[in-house]
T-cell receptor, first 111, second 112 residues
Framework: SQELEQSPQSLIVQEGKNLTINCTSS?????LYWYKQKYGEGLIFLMM?????EEKSHEKITAKLDEKKQQSSLHITASQPSHAGIYLC???????????FGAGTRLFVKA | DGGITQSPKYLFRKEGQNVTLSCEQN?????MYWYRQDPGQGLRLIYY???????QKGDIAEGYSVSREKKESFPLTVTSAQKNPTAFYLC???????????FGPGTRLLVL
């Protein structure tokens, strides 16, 4: 079965610094989703990537899906306290309905 | 406002008791999902439904049951057969395929 591995598990950065979170799949990705979760709350959709090499941006967050479609990176520029939370990647193996998620990366931003 | 609501926010279960978690959406989405989230872990799929009166088991369906009698509603029952129910439960919906899922605020289930 397909698995998603996220790294790092947690990250503490100083406000204003850049950071990158990675999501690696054990199989080819047919769609990769990035979500953000505030502690104890539901997930908020950030971006979806489908094509190899595709890159999308939303405010100061950029996500990219590599050419081989087995890894995605999420980059935050000039981090702010509002960026703190858990970032999760998700994918639908073989494009079906069952979605799998990575374990998440916990981001802490020091003011 | 369109969205997904879950209730209650906190739920306490006694030994041997069945409890039901509510999930309602007014987004007119066909597909709905239930996930379980444990500390330090990602989401694990319990059940999903692509259409009214139809649902499929996810990866950890044992000890849980669902129904989909209305498009807007997808309640989850945690039965007494679920021996380790303490977790954060999240409901989601999507219009077509797994696509972009919209999540509810979650229900935290605790065992007394």
């Amino acid at each position: 079965s397909q698995e998603l591995e996220q790294s790092p598990q947690s990250l503490i950065v100083q406000e204003g610094k850049n950071l990158t979170i990675n999501c690696t799949s054990s199989k080819t990705l047919y769609g990769l989703y990035w979500y953000k979760q505030k502690y104890g709350e539901g997930l908020i959709f950030l971006m979806m990537l489908q094509k190899g090499g595709e890159e999308k941006s939303h405010e100061k967050i950029t996500a990219k899906l590599d050419e081989k479609k087995q890894q995605s990176s999420l980059h935050i520029t000039a981090s702010q306290p509002s960026h703190a939370g858990i970032y999760l990647c998700g994918a639908a193996p073989t494009g079906g309905f069952k979605t799998i998620f990575g374990a998440g990366t916990r981001l802490f931003v020091k003011a | 406002d369109g969205g997904i609501t879950q209730s209650p926010k906190y739920l306490f279960r006694k030994e041997g008791q069945n409890v039901t978690l509510s999930c309602e959406q007014n987004l007119n989405h066909d597909a709905m999902y239930w996930y379980r989230q444990d500390p330090g872990q990602g989401l694990r799929l319990i059940y999903y439904s692509q259409i009214v009166n139809d649902f499929q088991k996810g990866d950890i369906a044992e000890g849980y049951s669902v129904s989909r009698e209305k498009k807007e509603s997808f309640p989850l029952t945690v039965t007494s057969a679920q021996k380790n129910p303490t977790a954060f439960y999240l409901c989601a919906s999507s219009s077509t395929g797994p696509g972009t899922q919209y999540f509810g605020p979650g229900t935290r289930l605790l065992v007394l």
